[in-house]
């Protein structure tokens, strides 16, 4: 938000977040430092109910009525041990779907029992309507005669291209800005057909080829924000490619 010219100030209050003990809010006794800047002044919700998830529901669905989110993105199973789970239920889901024509839904925990709401759900609640991505790869969804591709949204799309554009290019340091690049590197690279059926990356098949392009587009940032300690080639899409570890073994005899 801050590239398209939105102050950090007015970005943070585009964005609500649950925690543990419920809405982090201003003024919350014991509130760790990370979170103060996403505490705002609202009034407190009740701590999360672990034995009982569904409980919980209604006061995301009140938050989501009050606030009018684009996105949801849940990732308690990464952060909590015991993981929460269904913590989008259909209500929540109906919800942002009459609030949003494509409502996002990203229920990223893992593992699988852990996740918010599973794909199948998330498209049949909403009708056919959410943008949908898992912590975990799922198979297809097939709905009222349209078949859906649910995404994984996986650091594997990211992390090795962002690191071999800083291995290729001896960066002198890593910015965020180059994590950004991947990101909209990633998104430029699903077709509009897979875009029909709701995929949000590229296939992973494909990986290698995703790899060398994001990486090519981080590296050319590199270059352009003059961190690299290398010269700039004529052709740097090549220029990744010949750093690239191939698993090619030479006969002995």
Same mark, same amino acid.
């Given at each position: 938000?801050?590239?398209?010219?939105?102050?950090?100030?007015?970005?943070?209050?585009?964005?609500?977040m649950?925690?543990?003990?419920?809405?982090?809010?201003?003024?919350r006794?014991?509130l760790a430092?990370? %979170?103060?800047?996403? #505490?705002?002044?609202?009034?407190?919700?009740?701590?999360?109910?672990?034995?009982?998830p #569904?409980?919980?529901?209604?006061q995301?669905?009140?938050?989501?009525?009050?606030?009018?989110?684009?996105?949801?993105?849940?990732?308690?199973?990464?952060?909590?041990?015991a993981?929460?789970?269904r913590?989008f239920?259909?209500?929540?889901?109906?919800?942002?779907?009459?609030?949003?024509?494509?409502?996002?839904i990203?229920?990223?925990s893992?593992?699988?029992?852990?996740?918010?709401?599973?794909?199948?759900q #998330?498209? #049949?609640?909403?009708?056919?309507?959410?943008?949908?991505?898992?912590?975990v790869?799922?198979?297809?969804?097939?709905?009222?005669g349209?078949?859906?591709?649910?995404s994984q949204?996986?650091?594997?799309?990211?992390?090795p291209?962002v690191?071999?554009?800083?291995?290729?290019?001896?960066? %002198?340091?890593?910015t965020?800005?180059?994590?950004?690049e991947?990101?909209h590197?990633?998104?430029?690279?699903?077709?509009?057909?897979?875009? %029909?059926?709701?995929m949000?990356?590229?296939?992973?098949s494909n990986?290698?080829?995703?790899?060398?392009?994001?990486?090519?587009?981080?590296?050319?940032l590199?270059?352009?924000?003059g961190?690299?300690?290398?010269e700039r080639p004529a052709?740097?899409?090549?220029f990744?490619?010949?750093?690239l570890?191939k698993?090619?073994?030479?006969?002995?005899v």
């Amino acid at each position: 938000m801050g590239q398209q010219g939105v102050t950090p100030e007015a970005a943070r209050q585009k964005i609500r977040m649950f925690d543990t003990q419920g809405l982090v809010v201003a003024g919350r006794p014991g509130l760790a430092v990370h %979170k103060l800047p996403y #505490a705002h002044k609202l009034a407190p919700s009740k701590p999360f109910n672990h034995l009982d998830p #569904a409980s919980e529901c209604p006061q995301i669905v009140a938050a989501i009525e009050d606030f009018k989110p684009t996105i949801l993105i849940g990732v308690s199973g990464n952060a909590l041990r015991a993981g929460v789970g269904r913590l989008f239920s259909r209500e929540v889901v109906e919800a942002m779907s009459r609030l949003n024509p494509r409502p996002i839904i990203f229920a990223l925990s893992n593992p699988t029992e852990h996740h918010e709401c599973l794909p199948e759900q #998330a498209y #049949a609640w909403s009708g056919g309507k959410a943008i949908y991505a898992g912590g975990v790869q799922f198979p297809p969804v097939h709905l009222d005669g349209r078949t859906f591709m649910p995404s994984q949204a996986n650091n594997l799309y990211i992390f090795p291209a962002v690191g071999m554009a800083i291995y290729a290019t001896n960066a %002198k340091r890593a910015t965020d800005e180059m994590f950004i690049e991947a990101a909209h590197a990633l998104a430029d690279q699903v077709t509009p057909e897979e875009l %029909k059926l709701g995929m949000l990356f590229p296939p992973q098949s494909n990986i290698l080829e995703v790899e060398v392009r994001t990486a090519a587009r981080v590296a050319r940032l590199v270059f352009d924000s003059g961190l690299a300690r290398v010269e700039r080639p004529a052709d740097v899409e090549a220029f990744i490619r010949r750093h690239l570890y191939k698993p090619e073994y030479r006969p002995l005899v």
